[in-house]
Nanobody, 128 residues
Framework: EVQLVESGGASVQAGGSLRLSCVSS????????MAWFRQVPGKEREGVAT???????TYSDSVQGRFAISRDDTKNTLSLQMNSLQPEDTAMYYC??????????????????????WGQGTQVTVSS
C-alpha cells in the first residue's frame, strides 16, 4: 500500500518561508509524476506544482516565482519550498503521486485527473 506523509506545515507571518516535505516507504523512482495541491475549506482542491520523473516542473500562476518543488528519489522525499508567503497561501497542503510517466500529463491543471495517491495533508497558516 502506498502511503504519502507530509510534514512541515506551520503558522507564519506574511513574507515568511516554509519548507514542506513528503515521504513514502514506496520508492519514488516508481512515481512518474508528483505534485503538491492545496485546499481551503469550501473550495476545490487546487494544484500548486508538479514535478516529472525527468525533473521538469510546472507551477500555478499564483505561486510562480515564490514556490519551488523538488524531489530526491534517493531519499524518497518530495519538497515544496515556499517563500514570500501571503495570507492567501493559507490552506491544507497535500502531496500527490501517480505511477503514470506520461510527460504531457504531469502539468497543471490536468494532473489532478491522474493522481492515484494522496497524503493526509499538512496545514499552512499565514497571518498578515
Amino acid at each position: 500500500e502506498v502511503q504519502l506523509v507530509e510534514s512541515g506545515g506551520a503558522s507564519v507571518q506574511a513574507g515568511g518561508s516554509l519548507r514542506l516535505s513528503c515521504v513514502s516507504s514506496t520508492a519514488f523512482r516508481n512515481f512518474g509524476c508528483m505534485a503538491w495541491f492545496r485546499q481551503v475549506p469550501g473550495k476545490e482542491r487546487e494544484g500548486v506544482a508538479t514535478i516529472h520523473f525527468s525533473a521538469t516542473t510546472t507551477y500555478s500562476d499564483s505561486v510562480q516565482g515564490r514556490f519551488a518543488i523538488s524531489r530526491d528519489d534517493t531519499k524518497n522525499t518530495l519538497s515544496l519550498q515556499m517563500n514570500s508567503l501571503q495570507p492567501e497561501d493559507t490552506a491544507m497542503y497535500y502531496c500527490a503521486a501517480t505511477y503514470d510517466f506520461d510527460y504531457g500529463r504531469c502539468s497543471l491543471p490536468g494532473i489532478s485527473s491522474f493522481v492515484e495517491y494522496w497524503g493526509q495533508g499538512t496545514q499552512v497558516t499565514v497571518s498578515s
